[in-house]
Every structure is written in structure tokens, then in C-alpha cells.
């Protein structure tokens, strides 16, 4: 069983920074692409940001200069650094891991988190 745990959200001022912290846990051989999605109030989720095993990364163009992502391989974590936020940045913010190999799984899985909210408000 694979358990994966957001942290870091809160309520934060425009132009305001936070860091958020996903970490999966569990039998984890390798994780192929971690990521950041968010979805706001009546709206459909959305990928912020994700990064590979490797290193490689991708944005929404929303974020990009903005949020900045980095991954610890050793740790199954994955963080995102988050500036000049602005209001419509305020959303629940998920974590995801994609193509996870698990010992005693034959095939790869995703894994979301629960969840953590991030509100820009002043």
C-alpha cells in the first residue's frame, strides 16, 4: 500500500510565498513522474507542475517564473515552491505520483494525496 501526504498549505497574502511537501510512502521501488495539480471551486482539476525521476520538469504557464518544483528521489518526496502568489492561485492543491512501482504489484500505478488548501487572500 502506497500512502502519500501533502503539507504546507495555509493562508497567505498576495504577492506571499509558501512551500509545500508531498511525501509517499510505502513498499516504493520507483516513482516515474511526481506532480502538483490543483482545483479550484467549480472548476475542473488542473496539473501545476510535475518532474520526472530525472530531473525534467513542466509547468502550467500560470505558474511558470513563479512556483518552482524540485524532488528528493531517495526520500519519495516532491516540493513546490510557490511566489508572487496571487488570488487565483487559491485552490486545493494535490499531490500525484505516476507510474509507481510497488514490491509485490506486477504493473505500475498513480497514487494521489488528500489534499491541502491554499487560500491568497488579504
Known amino acids: 500500500q502506497v500512502q502519500v501526504v501533502e503539507s504546507g498549505g495555509g493562508l497567505v497574502q498576495p504577492g506571499g510565498s509558501l512551500r509545500l511537501s508531498c511525501a509517499a510512502s510505502g513498499s516504493i521501488i520507483h516513482i516515474f513522474v511526481m506532480g502538483w495539480y490543483r482545483q479550484a471551486p467549480g472548476k475542473q482539476r488542473e496539473l501545476v507542475a510535475d518532474?520526472?525521476?530525472?530531473?525534467?520538469?513542466n509547468y502550467a504557464d500560470s505558474v511558470k517564473g513563479r512556483f518552482t518544483i524540485s524532488r528528493d528521489n531517495a526520500k519519495n518526496t516532491v516540493y513546490l515552491e510557490m511566489n508572487s502568489l496571487k488570488p487565483e492561485d487559491t485552490a486545493v492543491y494535490y499531490c500525484?505520483?505516476?507510474?509507481?512501482?510497488?514490491?509485490?504489484?506486477?504493473?505500475?500505478?498513480?497514487?494521489w494525496g488528500q489534499g491541502t488548501q491554499v487560500t491568497v487572500s488579504s
Open positions: 518532474i520526472s525521476s530525472g530531473g525534467s520538469t
Open positions: 500525484k505520483t505516476d507510474g509507481t512501482l510497488v514490491r509485490g504489484i506486477s504493473h505500475r500505478m498513480d497514487y
